[in-house]
């Protein structure tokens, strides 16, 4: 994984978080499209992606999983510089969203 594209990445989180009060599947969506999906993709990574798919999975589930990267209790390094800037309010609107995709 090039090491350049997290900068990026961090800027497009800054830019996504900044807005909306409401915990929303419609914010996860903008954040999860923007950020997420590059590695993630919406519905399902695409095939030879190393990455674990989220689409549909138990919400809380998700939600733990962030927390647990956002605290370092979860080790993975690019998971945990993402989840790092990621607020309570943006885990809620993610899971959210993604629990709710169909795979
Ligand atoms: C640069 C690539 C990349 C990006 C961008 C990325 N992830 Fe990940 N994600 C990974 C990798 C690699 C793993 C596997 C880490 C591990 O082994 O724990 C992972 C794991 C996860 C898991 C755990 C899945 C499981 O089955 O336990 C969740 C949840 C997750 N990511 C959510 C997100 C969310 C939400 C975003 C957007 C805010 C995001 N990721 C952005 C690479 C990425």
Redesign the pocket.
């Known amino acids: 994984?090039n090491k350049s594209i997290y900068p990026a990445?961090l800027l497009l989180l800054f830019g996504f978080t900044g807005t909306g009060h409401a915990a929303s599947p419609y914010a996860g969506k903008s954040?999860?499209a923007a950020?997420?999906s590059?590695?993630?993709g919406i519905r399902q990574p695409s095939a030879d992606a190393p990455?674990?798919s989220?689409a549909g999975r138990d919400k809380d589930y998700?939600k733990q999983?962030?927390k647990q990267y956002r605290d370092k209790t979860?080790i993975?390094e690019?998971?945990n510089r993402?989840a790092g800037s990621?607020t309570d309010k943006d885990i809620n609107n993610?899971a959210s969203y993604y629990s709710k995709v169909k795979p």
Do not use: D, K, N
């Open positions: 994984m990445l954040l999860g950020v997420c590059q590695c993630h990455f674990p989220l998700l999983a962030l979860r993975s690019v998971m993402i990621l993610i």
